[in-house]
Each structure stands twice: as C-alpha cells, then as structure tokens.
C-alpha cells in the first residue's frame, strides 16, 4: 500500500488516539464526585467542603501548560518521529488518569490531570493534528477538521461511559479504568502512525494555479522565524479571540442553563452534549468550507456568526428554550470551526516541515482563552448574579477578530 492510500490509515489512527486523549475535556463528569471523594478522604464538611468550582483551577491548568509539550513534542518529533512522541503522549496521559484515581486531595489531582495530563495532551495532540495535515495537502482544512473533532467527539461519549462507570464503582475506580484504556488503545492505534515525508504530494493532485502561485514564494519557517513576522502575531490573538467565547460557554454551560434558563440538572446535561456535538460538527464543516473558500474569509464568518450567538444568549431569559439553545448550537459550531481551521492555516502559512512545532506555539492563543475565559465568566457572575457582562465581553473579543481578519488581509496583498 502506497502512501497515498496509507494516509487514511494514518488519519483514522489519529483520530482514534485524538478521541482517547480528549477525555480532557470530560472533566465536568468528574469535578463533582472528585470534589466529595477529596472531602471525605479529608474529613472536611459544610464551608471547609471542596466543591466542584474550587477545583476549576485543576482544568484550567490542564489548558494552560498543553503549549508547552506542543512545542517541545513537535520539536522531538523530528528525532524520533511522531509514531514514538504519541506513544509516549498517550500513555503518559493514561498514567496521568490513573494517578487521579489515587488522588486523595487537591494538590495530588493537580498533578495528576492539570500537569500530567494537560502535558501529555498537548504533545500528543499537536503530533496527531499536524501530521494527518501534512498528508493532505489537498484537503488540509477537511483533515484538520476531521482531526480535531474526534477530539471534541470525546467530550460527548467519554462522559456517558464515565457516568456508567461512577454509577456502579466510584470515581476513582473511574479513573483507573479510563486511564489503562487509554494506555492500551493509544499504544495500539499509535503502531499505524507513519511519518509524512517533507514535500509530500498525493498521487494524482495537481496544485491550484493559485497555490502553485503561492508555492513558488511560500517557505518553511522555523519558529524562531514565525515569531518575527507581523502575521503570526495577528493570527495568534485572532485564535485567542476566536476561542475564548467557545471556552467561555463550554465551561459554565451546565451552570448558565440551571441558572440563566432554569433548567434542570438533567436538561442541563442534555445542553452540555449538544454543545459538544455543535462544536465536534463545526470543526468539520469549518475545515470543509474553508477549503472551498479560504481560510480566512471563513474565520471571519464565524465570528460574526458568534455575535449573533451570544447576542441570542444575552436576549435570553427564564424559561426561553429556543434563543438558550440556538445561542448555545450558533458558539458551538463557531469554535469548533476555528479549531478545525487553524492546524491547516498555520500550515498553509508557515509551511508543512515544521509545522508540529509552530502550531504548538500558535496554540498559546488558544492557551490564554483556555485558562481566562473560564475564570472570567465566574467570577462575573459570583460578582453581579448574571451572565451578561461576560457575553458582552466575549462579543468585544470577536468585533476584535474581525478586525483581525482584515488586518491579516492587508498584510497578505
């Protein structure tokens, strides 16, 4: 089999490992029962009690330090290949599920999820991402897309087997089973990786005029020469703009529902799935359309598109069904779009050789919604008792990217 056709063995591998390690962001299934599991290992009660929202800083840890591991594994992926850097990822993920499952206070859960697995994900996921793009440099945002939605898929079905899981044994008990799963199928699903030659081109594609137009003055950049150009600058608070109304959502949707809609605990759940569906969707149907469009002009319709969200989401009120879940599907798609897109916009950008590292880097953007976006958005409404402020604040971010996008237009004439 040539590589033309081995690709797709490669894509479908990655999307596999993608889906092991974006149990990350299953993390609401686990805050709860993790927080009275600490509590009575600790014999605290009533106000001493740790709760669910004490330990959000153990996610948004995990957010933060991905970049760093993006960076170092797309550098290591050069030596070594990428077959090995996800091996190591991966099951260096699952060890990290397993040391929560022996976590018996906060510090030990930081440990275990926020750096182990934080870490773990980033090199993991930038290897996987960048790889099946450079493969296809025909489809690149398709794959992209592709690539990162099983990442997103996760956060739909992990929480269902977790809660199955929890509901026979403990969460603890979860956590070692998740995390020897994820060992075994990453280790497995890793053995199909292959590295993507530099240059590589599938039998039978021909370039566009425009990309061979492009092509003939397009160069691989390393890092050190991304970061001294306007664009990258341009294009990683633009992601930073772009993510932060999804991370925002995604973090307290659960919450904004039973508190802003008045749903129950178990219709709030129903939202927090359907936004992960949305947003899983939108990473493919972002990449899709930006290779028919471009990608730029395809990020700028998101984020107008994403004002008109949280514009629904502002206009709601107690019991408004309709403009709660059309705001919540409209982010959803949103920002699974832009995270869809940017793999094969750095790519496009920056060139395909060292393309592992430099979306590690441009990942920071990402990294900076991905730790504030949260903690803004509750401590908004732990000051004034509503969501408002802070979708007015996620609206300014996006009229920003759109600024953006015509900023990067400017320089790329």
Same mark, same amino acid.
């Given at each position: 089999?040539?590589?033309?056709?081995?690709? @797709?063995?490669?894509?479908?591998?990655?999307? %596999?490992?993608? %889906?092991?390690?974006?149990?990350?962001?299953?993390?609401?299934?686990?805050?709860?029962?993790?927080?009275?599991?600490?509590?009575?290992?600790?014999?605290?009660?009533?106000?001493?009690?740790?709760?669910?929202?004490?330990?959000?800083? &153990?996610?948004?840890?995990?957010?933060?330090?991905?970049?760093?591991?993006?960076?170092?594994?797309?550098? #290591?992926?050069?030596? +070594?290949?990428?077959?090995? /850097?996800?091996?190591?990822?991966?099951?260096?993920?699952?060890?990290?599920?397993?040391?929560?499952?022996?976590?018996?206070?906060?510090?030990?859960?930081?440990?275990?999820?926020?750096?182990?697995?934080?870490?773990?994900?980033?090199?993991?996921?930038?290897?996987?991402?960048?790889?099946?793009?450079?493969?296809?440099?025909?489809?690149?945002?398709?794959?992209?897309?592709?690539?990162?939605?099983?990442?997103?898929?996760?956060? &739909?079905?992990?929480?269902?087997?977790?809660?199955?899981?929890?509901?026979?044994?403990?969460?603890?008990?979860?956590?070692?089973?998740?995390?020897?799963?994820?060992?075994?199928?990453?280790?497995?699903?890793?053995?199909?990786? %292959?590295?993507?030659?530099?240059?590589?081109?599938?039998?039978?594609? &021909?370039?566009?005029?425009?990309?061979?137009?492009?092509?003939?003055?397009?160069?691989?950049?390393? @890092?050190?020469?991304?970061?001294?150009?306007?664009?990258?600058?341009?294009?990683?608070?633009?992601?930073?703009?772009?993510?932060?109304?999804? $991370?925002?959502?995604?973090?307290?949707?659960?919450? +904004?529902?039973?508190?802003?809609?008045?749903?129950?605990?178990?219709?709030?759940?129903?939202?927090?799935?359907? %936004?992960?569906?949305?947003?899983?969707?939108?990473?493919? #149907?972002?990449?899709?359309?930006?290779?028919?469009?471009?990608?730029?002009?395809?990020?700028?319709?998101?984020?107008?598109?994403? *004002?008109?969200?949280?514009?629904?989401?502002?206009?709601?009120?107690?019991?408004?069904?309709?403009?709660? =879940?059309?705001?919540?599907?409209?982010?959803?798609?949103?920002?699974?779009?832009?995270?869809?897109?940017?793999?094969?916009?750095?790519?496009?950008?920056?060139?395909?050789?060292?393309?592992? /590292?430099?979306?590690?880097? $441009?990942?920071?953007?990402?990294?900076?919604?991905?730790?504030?976006?949260? *903690? +803004?958005?509750?401590?908004?409404?732990?000051?004034?008792?509503?969501?408002?402020?802070? =979708? =007015?604040?996620?609206?300014?971010?996006?009229? #920003?990217?759109?600024? #953006?996008?015509?900023? =990067?237009?400017?320089?790329?004439?």
């Amino acid at each position: 089999m040539n590589l033309t056709s081995r690709r @797709w063995l490669v894509l479908i591998a990655s999307c %596999l490992i993608n %889906l092991c390690i974006g149990a990350l962001y299953a993390w609401s299934v686990f805050a709860s029962p993790m927080a009275e599991h600490i509590s009575a290992v600790q014999g605290l009660s009533g106000d001493n009690a740790v709760t669910a929202s004490s330990l959000a800083i &153990v996610f948004s840890i995990a957010n933060v330090v991905g970049p760093i591991t993006m960076i170092g594994g797309g550098k #290591l992926v050069r030596t +070594i290949g990428p077959r090995f /850097v996800i091996m190591i990822g991966g099951i260096w993920f699952g060890l990290g599920f397993l040391i929560c499952g022996f976590a018996g206070s906060v510090p030990g859960l930081i440990f275990g999820f926020g750096i182990c697995c934080g870490l773990a994900m980033g090199m993991t996921y930038g290897c996987t991402v960048s790889n099946c793009v450079k493969f296809f440099p025909d489809k690149r945002g398709l794959v992209g897309g592709i690539a990162t939605a099983s990442y997103g898929l996760s956060s &739909v079905l992990v929480p269902i087997i977790a809660n199955a899981i929890i509901s026979k044994m403990d969460v603890t008990m979860t956590f070692k089973i998740l995390g020897i799963a994820i060992v075994i199928i990453v280790f497995a699903a890793s053995l199909l990786i %292959l590295p993507c030659p530099d240059g590589f081109v599938p039998e039978g594609y &021909v370039a566009p005029l425009s990309d061979n137009t492009k092509a003939s003055k397009a160069k691989d950049y390393t @890092w050190s020469e991304m970061i001294k150009t306007k664009e990258f600058y341009v294009m990683m608070v633009l992601m930073c703009c772009g993510a932060f109304m999804g $991370m925002m959502i995604i973090s307290q949707a659960s919450p +904004i529902a039973q508190n802003q809609v008045l749903m129950s605990p178990q219709a709030a759940a129903v939202v927090v799935s359907v %936004l992960a569906l949305f947003n899983t969707g939108g990473r493919i #149907l972002g990449g899709f359309i930006s290779d028919l469009i471009g990608q730029i002009n395809t990020l700028t319709i998101l984020l107008f598109c994403s *004002i008109v969200g949280l514009f629904m989401l502002i206009i709601t009120g107690e019991g408004s069904v309709f403009t709660f =879940y059309a705001g919540i599907c409209i982010i959803g798609i949103c920002f699974g779009g832009f995270m869809g897109i940017y793999p094969g916009f750095t790519n496009e950008k920056f060139g395909a050789k060292y393309s592992s /590292v430099n979306y590690g880097i $441009m990942f920071i953007g990402f990294a900076f919604s991905g730790f504030f976006a949260p *903690i +803004i958005i509750g401590r908004i409404y732990s000051m004034q008792g509503t969501y408002v402020a802070a =979708y =007015y604040a996620a609206m300014i971010l996006s009229i #920003l990217g759109i600024a #953006l996008t015509f900023i =990067y237009r400017i320089m790329n004439k």
